[in-house]
C-alpha cells in the first residue's frame, strides 16, 4: 500500500479551511509520505494564498517537488514519485482544487458527477513529453507509458523522468453552488473500475461520509480492482 491521505479542518487566518488529499504513491511510498507531512503546509504558507490563490498553488506545487528532488539527490533510490489530487474548502463556500497525475475529485451535483480534476495521462500530453525529449509507449494489452516507465505524465517526484514529465498542477477556484452535496477524493484504484457517475449513484443515498467511502471502496473491490485505493467523500450539505 502506497496511498496516503490527508482529511482535517482548522482554522487559518480566522477562517474554517478543510484539507482534503489523496497521495498515490509508486516505486515506494517515501513521496506520498512527504506530500502528506507537508504539502498542505507549504500551500497555506505560499504568499498570495488567499488574494491570487491559483498562481499559488502552481508555485507551491512545484516548490514542494523542487524539495523532493533535493531529497532523491541524497537517497540510493531515484525512482519513485506520487500523484496528488488536493482539495481546500474555504469557510464551507469556496472550492480550491489542484491536482497532478491520475487521482481524481469529483462533485456531485443535484446528483449529476463532475469532475473536478484533471486526468494527466501521457497520450494525452504525448505532444509536451516528446518536445522535452521523452517519448510514449502505447504497447497493444498495456497503458501507455512515459519512455516506457511511468503511466502518467505528471507527477511529484521521479527524478530519472523529471526532464520529460511535469509537477504543474491544474487549478481550479470556485463557489460552491446550492446543489453541491459532495465530493469524492479517490486514486486510481477506484477510477479504473467505476465511472464518475456510477460512484455517485453507488453513495448518494449515504449521509455518513465515512459510511460512504467505504461503500465505494468495498465497490470497487467487488469489480476486480487491482491497484491500491483510498478514497475520502466530503460532505457539503
Known sequence: MEDYHVAQFKEVDDREVGLFAIFDGHSGNDVASYLRNNLFDNILNEP????????????????????????????????????????????????????????????????????????????????????????????????????????????????TLKEHISSDPDVIVEMIESEAGFIILASDGLWKVMSNQEAVNTIKHINDPQEAAAELIEEAVNRKSKDDISCIVVRLL
Do not use: C
Open 48 to 159: 498570495g494564498f488567499w488574494t491570487e490563490t491559483e498562481t499559488a498553488i502552481r508555485r507551491a506545487y512545484q516548490r514542494t517537488d523542487k524539495k523532493i528532488l533535493k531529497r532523491k539527490r541524497r537517497d540510493v533510490r531515484k525512482r519513485g514519485g506520487s500523484t496528488s489530487v488536493t482539495v481546500i474548502l474555504i469557510n464551507g463556500e469556496k472550492l480550491v482544487v489542484g491536482n497532478v497525475g491520475d487521482s481524481r475529485a469529483v462533485i456531485s451535483e443535484g446528483g449529476v458527477a463532475r469532475q473536478l480534476s484533471v486526468d494527466h495521462e501521457p497520450m494525452k500530453e504525448r505532444r509536451a513529453i516528446e518536445k522535452r525529449g521523452g517519448f510514449v509507449t502505447n504497447v497493444k494489452g498495456n497503458v501507455p507509458r512515459v519512455d516506457g516507465q511511468l503511466a502518467m505524465s505528471r507527477a511529484f517526484g521521479d527524478s
